[in-house]
Nanobody, 120 residues
Framework: QVQLVESGGGLVQFGGSLRLSCAAS????????MGWYRQAPGKQRELVAT???????NYADSVKGRFTISRDNAENTVYLQMNSLKPEDTAVYYC??????????????WGQGTQVTVSS
């Protein structure tokens, strides 16, 4: 079982910055990628950014140039630096860990979510 603990959300003004962290613990097998997703009220969950174990990154078009994802493989921790925040970034942000277990079966674990609110 894998536990994900997120931190760093909060209330920030338009143009401000926040840094989210997500630490994975427990019985962790091969992690293929870690990432962040978000869900705004009345909308579907959407990808924000992902990073592979080889540190290849992928971003949603709406956050490119403003958000930066990084990870510490030794600590199984993923970060999301969010700059130039806009009200439309307001959402619950979820951490995700995607990998293969000892049977080579794909798994996905999710954090509990952290609220990010950007005021105009």
């Amino acid at each position: 079982q894998v536990q994900l603990v997120e931190s760093g959300g909060g209330l920030v003004q338009f143009g401000g910055s926040l840094r989210l962290s997500c630490a994975a613990s427990g019985t962790i097998f091969s992690i293929l990628a870690m990432g962040w997703y978000r869900q705004a009220p009345g909308k579907q969950r959407e990808l924000v950014a992902t990073i592979t174990s080889g540190v290849s990154t992928n971003y949603a078009d709406s956050v490119k140039g403003r958000f930066t994802i990084s990870r510490d493989n030794a600590e199984n921790t993923v970060y999301l630096q969010m700059n130039s925040l806009k009200p439309e970034d307001t959402a619950v942000y979820y951490c995700n860990v995607h990998g293969l277990d000892y049977r080579k079966v794909v798994y996905d674990y999710w954090g509990q979510g952290t609220q990010v609110t950007v005021s105009s």
